[in-house]
């Protein structure tokens, strides 16, 4: 007999007695009559009382079915018709492996390099604050998800089958627990193979990805893209393109504008990135004194609060993890955050960020037209490297000096490796950020009795939460104005994390497709 259940155990229990025992006990059967799948787990920690909740399904005297996953038909593809790809982030991955299961051959161009040689300048800018402009935190093989948190929980489930990405990363060496955790994590020591196997099933399938290789133009003929420029040098012949650029690719927006190719100016949020030492969060989240229990996780949170007509809010909340430096160019400063598969570093970073309207808000950068937010995002980063001195060191505040306009006279230990340099982030952010984060950081004391403590930092700045501008789309998902460009992906707007990113991959490469 099958039984479905649900069953909650507590962190006592799990410890001691284990899920499978405790199940027997609920069933009224014996342990050696039961097999158990989990099929979703969560923590509820609202009360001091812990408990694990657990959706199961029990096998009772029954064997319990092998289940070998999902089975990806990836076709070979080496004499199949082309769909080029331009970026190999999450969006431009999960379009190249549609199209081998859709029986096209992808070819994608890469700006960066592979995850191997990509580390090489994470060092450089984490040690000598030199950022290489096509190989950085957001550039490179697996675009800005690989060296993240690799947190995958999304609000888009409407706009694909999330469940379908998941077993593709289980298929390419995720763990299965992303199967069934409610908040499901890979982290980034485990990201950049994951990312590699990718592009071995591409490769051996017969598509294409080119490295160090940078789209540099495109020539429209009568409204259609008829070829790409590859490193300003090579043109090349194309019917189908996928433009998966990400929201850091400045350099295709102000091409796009150039050829006054639609685009539009796309609300969004800046701020600055807090860090905590775990501890705190985990005695505030799991009200314990010291350390955490053992079988719990470095504990996380999400806040929110509306500050003067705008939202301020939590974002890619990283427990357990480090502060990075993710600026693209020189002369600017921008933090994100990462954090291993088991979160066991001993800080808590988050962006608290406030929205930008893109109407109300930056009508004295009108004159940038559609680009105005992205101006704006590029002078707070600007304004960052200044504060901070001029290199990647960031400028940074205590959290409490920040709030009640102090400078602060030293800083707390940080894992953000480039180091921080005490500023007056409160005079300097402008008003429409600032001050919003300053009543945002005081309700948050509020609702986490502990969050609003001189032990934490604030870290600007928290400025590439998702793309300034947005590439538009028909229902067919192709350009209005182009035939033949499909925008993709977080650049153009249509995502705002791995999983959506994936997904809108898999639909652009689907639309791609029709008529070819
Ligand atoms: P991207 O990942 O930005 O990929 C675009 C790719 O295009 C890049 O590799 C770039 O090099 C390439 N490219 C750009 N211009 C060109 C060109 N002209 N020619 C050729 N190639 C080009 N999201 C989550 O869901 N969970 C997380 O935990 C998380 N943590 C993050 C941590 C950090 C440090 C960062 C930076 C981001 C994090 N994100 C996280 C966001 C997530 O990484 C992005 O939402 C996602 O990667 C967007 O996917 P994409 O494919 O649309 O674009």
Same mark, same amino acid.
């Not at 590029?378 to 304004?383: A, P, Q, S």
């Given at each position: 007999?099958?039984?479905?259940?649900?069953?909650?155990?507590?962190?006592?229990?799990?410890?001691?007695?284990?899920?499978?025992?405790?199940?027997?006990?609920?069933?009224?059967?014996?342990?050696?009559?039961?097999?158990?799948?989990?099929?979703?787990?969560?923590?509820?920690?609202?009360?001091?009382?812990?408990?694990?909740?657990?959706?199961?399904?029990?096998?009772?005297?029954?064997?319990?079915?092998?289940?070998?996953?999902?089975?990806?038909?990836?076709?070979?593809?080496?004499?199949?018709?082309?769909?080029?790809?331009?970026?190999?982030?999450?969006?431009?991955?999960?379009?190249?492996?549609?199209?081998?299961?859709?029986?096209?051959?992808?070819?994608?161009?890469?700006?960066?390099?592979?995850?191997?040689?990509?580390?090489?300048?994470?060092?450089?800018?984490?040690?000598?604050?030199?950022?290489?402009?096509?190989?950085?935190?957001?550039?490179?093989?697996?675009?800005?998800?690989?060296?993240?948190?690799?947190?995958?929980?999304?609000?888009?489930?409407?706009?694909?089958?999330?469940?379908?990405?998941?077993?593709?990363?289980?298929?390419?060496?995720?763990?299965?627990?992303? /199967?069934?955790?409610?908040?499901?994590?890979?982290?980034?020591?485990?990201?950049?193979?994951?990312?590699?196997?990718?592009?071995?099933?591409?490769?051996?399938?017969?598509?294409?990805?080119?490295?160090?290789?940078?789209?540099?133009?495109?020539?429209?003929?009568?409204?259609? /893209?008829?070829?790409?420029?590859?490193?300003?040098?090579?043109?090349? @012949?194309? @019917?189908?393109?996928?433009?998966?650029?990400?929201?850091?690719?400045?350099?295709?927006?102000?091409?796009?504008?150039?050829? !006054?190719?639609?685009? !539009? $100016?796309?609300?969004?949020?800046?701020?600055?990135?807090? @860090?905590?030492?775990?501890?705190?969060?985990?005695?505030?989240?799991?009200?314990?004194?010291?350390?955490?229990?053992?079988?719990?996780? $470095?504990?996380?949170?999400? /806040?929110?609060?509306?500050?003067?007509?705008?939202?301020?809010?939590?974002?890619?909340?990283?427990?357990?993890?480090?502060?990075?430096?993710?600026?693209?160019?020189?002369?600017?400063?921008?933090?994100?955050?990462?954090?291993?598969?088991?979160?066991?570093? /001993?800080?808590?970073?988050?962006?608290?960020?406030?929205?930008?309207?893109? @109407?109300?808000?930056?009508?004295?950068?009108?004159?940038?037209?559609?680009?105005?937010?992205?101006?704006?995002?590029?002078?707070?980063?600007?304004?960052?490297?200044?504060?901070?001195?001029?290199?990647?060191?960031?400028?940074?505040?205590?959290?409490?000096?920040?709030?009640?306009?102090?400078?602060?006279?030293?800083?707390?230990?940080?894992?953000?490796?480039?180091?921080?340099?005490?500023?007056?982030?409160?005079?300097?952010?402008?008003?429409?950020?600032?001050?919003?984060?300053?009543?945002?950081?005081?309700?948050?004391?509020?609702?986490?009795?502990?969050?609003?403590? !001189?032990?934490?930092?604030?870290?600007?700045?928290?400025?590439?939460?998702?793309?300034?501008?947005?590439?538009?789309?028909?229902?067919?998902?192709?350009?209005?104005?182009?035939?033949?460009?499909?925008?993709?992906?977080?650049?153009?707007?249509?995502?705002?994390?791995?999983?959506?990113?994936?997904?809108?991959?898999?639909?652009?490469?689907?639309? $791609?497709?029709?008529?070819?």
């Amino acid at each position: 007999m099958v039984r479905n259940i649900q069953i909650r155990v507590s962190l006592k229990e799990e410890g001691q007695i284990g899920l499978k025992a405790k199940t027997a006990k609920h069933l009224g059967v014996a342990e050696e009559e039961i097999e158990i799948k989990v099929q979703r787990r969560s923590i509820d920690a609202r009360k001091p009382s812990i408990y694990f909740n657990y959706k199961l399904e029990v096998y009772i005297n029954e064997p319990m079915p092998t289940t070998g996953g999902y089975m990806f038909e990836y076709q070979d593809v080496s004499k199949a018709k082309p769909i080029h790809i331009i970026g190999f982030g999450p969006a431009g991955m999960w379009a190249a492996l549609r199209c081998l299961e859709l029986g096209y051959k992808p070819i994608v161009f890469e700006r960066g390099k592979n995850v191997r040689e990509r580390r090489r300048d994470l060092k450089a800018i984490n040690r000598d604050h030199i950022v290489n402009k096509d190989s950085n935190y957001c550039f490179g093989e697996g675009g800005a998800g690989t060296y993240s948190d690799g947190k995958l929980y999304t609000r888009s489930l409407k706009r694909g089958d999330v469940r379908r990405v998941f077993e593709s990363l289980v298929h390419h060496g995720a763990t299965e627990e992303i /199967l069934v955790d409610a908040h499901p994590h890979i982290g980034t020591n485990k990201l950049p193979k994951i990312v590699q196997n990718i592009r071995e099933t591409i490769i051996s399938h017969g598509g294409e990805v080119h490295f160090n290789t940078k789209v540099t133009d495109f020539i429209i003929e009568s409204n259609r /893209l008829k070829s790409i420029v590859l490193n300003d040098s090579k043109d090349l @012949e194309v @019917e189908k393109v996928i433009l998966a650029t990400g929201h850091s690719a400045r350099d295709i927006f102000y091409l796009l504008q150039k050829k !006054k190719i639609a685009l !539009k $100016a796309k609300s969004f949020a800046m701020g600055v990135r807090v @860090e905590h030492p775990q501890h705190i969060i985990d005695s505030i989240q799991y009200h314990c004194r010291g350390e955490r229990h053992e079988l719990l996780p $470095a504990a996380a949170y999400s /806040l929110v609060h509306q500050a003067k007509g705008r939202g301020v809010y939590s974002f890619c909340m990283c427990p357990g993890g480090f502060i990075v430096p993710a600026a693209t160019s020189p002369g600017e400063v921008v933090v994100n955050g990462m954090s291993p598969s088991k979160r066991n570093n /001993l800080y808590a970073n988050s962006g608290i960020v406030v929205q930008i309207d893109a @109407e109300r808000d930056l009508y004295k950068y009108e004159k940038y037209g559609e680009l105005r937010a992205l101006e704006y995002q590029k002078d707070l980063e600007r304004l960052a490297f200044t504060a901070g001195g001029r290199s990647q060191v960031a400028p940074s505040q205590r959290l409490t000096d920040f709030v009640e306009g102090n400078l602060s006279t030293d800083l707390n230990p940080t894992s953000y490796q480039p180091g921080l340099k005490s500023a007056p982030l409160h005079s300097l952010l402008p008003k429409l950020i600032g001050s919003r984060l300053r009543v945002g950081f005081s309700e948050f004391g509020k609702k986490m009795k502990g969050y609003y403590t !001189k032990e934490a930092n604030i870290v600007g700045v928290e400025s590439r939460t998702s793309s300034p501008v947005s590439i538009p789309r028909n229902e067919h998902l192709e350009h209005p104005e182009i035939k033949g460009l499909f925008p993709c992906g977080e650049g153009g707007g249509y995502a705002g994390g791995i999983v959506s990113a994936a997904m809108d991959g898999e639909r652009c490469a689907e639309a $791609a497709s029709e008529g070819l």
